[in-house]
């Protein structure tokens, strides 16, 4: 607690980022939203084992927040599933459309916690790593790949160019990792 009672930001935070698991193929045009498309059968199968594999190398989290477009939201409730880890929480600000440092605003409001998972979509996601990592969504190419995951480190509240890149893995080296 700090002195004035309230909470204290911690000093650092990690950061989880995921980009969601394999979903439906895009509907043609006009045969209906993005926003509903689900994971595959297979998809949530492989990331069911990329969740368990999450949970053993990384300690629970104290927020989990996810898109709420449905690909994304399933992949997060694996990760509670699976993991054990909290009940998501709906963040309108990791949908595909909108700017990665629309993020770093919902997480400077959420700075009493330590350890946070966000479940997101591309280009969202490897653009709020670039951010985090070096200053700007553009400032470092890399891609997320689908059930991929990327753990980084930074100073609370997070702030663009700060953060330093613990670990970034495509969830085939996750599946090996579990063995599978």
């Given at each position: 607690?700090?002195?004035?009672?309230?909470?204290?930001?911690?000093?650092?935070?990690?950061?989880?980022l995921v980009r969601h698991a394999i979903a439906a193929e895009r509907p043609p045009r006009g045969g209906g939203g993005d926003r509903d498309?689900?994971?595959?059968?297979?998809?949530?199968?492989?990331?069911?084992?990329?969740?368990?594999?999450?949970?053993?190398?990384?300690?629970?989290p104290d927020?989990?927040?996810?898109?709420?477009?449905?690909?994304?939201?399933q992949t997060a409730r694996i990760l509670e599933?699976?993991?054990?880890?909290?009940?998501?929480?709906?963040?309108?600000?990791?949908?595909?459309?909108?700017?990665?440092?629309?993020?770093?605003?919902?997480?400077?409001?959420?700075?009493a916690a330590e350890r946070i998972v966000l479940v997101?979509?591309?280009?969202?996601?490897s653009g709020l790593l670039s951010l985090l990592l070096g200053g700007s969504a553009g400032a470092v190419s890399l891609e997320m790949k689908k059930?991929?995951?990327a753990l980084v480190r930074c100073d609370a509240p997070p702030v663009a160019g700060t953060a330093e890149l613990?670990?970034?893995?495509?969830?085939?080296?996750?599946?090996?990792?579990?063995g599978a």
């Open positions: 607690m700090s002195g004035d009672g309230g909470p204290r930001a911690p000093a650092a935070v990690e950061i989880l498309r689900q994971l595959t059968d297979a998809g949530a199968d492989r990331f069911r084992r990329i969740a368990r594999v999450l949970a053993a190398v990384w300690a629970p927020l989990v927040l996810a898109s709420p477009y449905a690909r994304a939201w599933q699976e993991g054990g880890w909290a009940a998501p929480e709906a963040c309108p600000e990791l949908e595909p459309a909108n700017p990665p440092a629309a993020v770093l605003d919902v997480l400077g409001a959420r700075a997101g979509h591309e280009p969202v996601m059930g991929g995951a613990i670990w970034l893995l495509p969830p085939r080296v996750l599946l090996a990792a579990g």
